[in-house]
Nanobody, 121 residues
Framework: VQLQASGGGLVQAGGSLRLSCAAS????????MGWFRQAPGKEREFVAA????????KYADSVKGRFTISTDNAENTVYLQMNSLKPEDTAVYYC???????????????WGQGTLVTVSS
């Protein structure tokens, strides 16, 4: 299974971006897709996760109300809509596939290559 993340870029504070993560094939043995991010000099942290059915989602407190995770099952793609971006959202964003909906890296065993999001003040 390969995960291809895209959609990063440079945006001003208050702006929006939508990240995409395309799976090479349906990760049917991996029910969950997640987004994580790693800012310079910091540990990688959880951002959001969703089941492929879209029935369950989980968000980090820092992005609740601003970010929305969604799936397009027909395209085997997961999206992260990011609104009201802040400079502290600047990071490399990674998508991952896992078996359980949770907010740690444990259990996410397929990872994309990352896409850089830079939010200027």
């Amino acid at each position: 299974v390969q995960l291809q993340a895209s959609g990063g870029g440079l945006v001003q504070a208050g702006g929006s971006l939508r990240l995409s993560c395309a799976a090479s094939r349906r990760t049917f043995v991996r029910n969950v897709m997640g987004w994580f991010r790693q800012a310079p000099g910091k540990e990688r942290e959880f951002v959001a996760a969703i089941t492929w059915s879209g029935g369950s989602t989980k968000y980090a407190d820092s992005v609740k109300g601003r970010f929305t995770i969604s799936t397009d099952n027909a395209e085997n793609t997961v999206y992260l809509q990011m609104n009201s971006l802040k400079p502290e959202d600047t990071a490399v964003y990674y998508c991952a596939a896992g078996a359980i909906l949770h907010d740690t890296e444990i259990g996410y065993d397929y990872w994309g290559q990352g896409t850089l999001v830079t939010v200027s003040s």
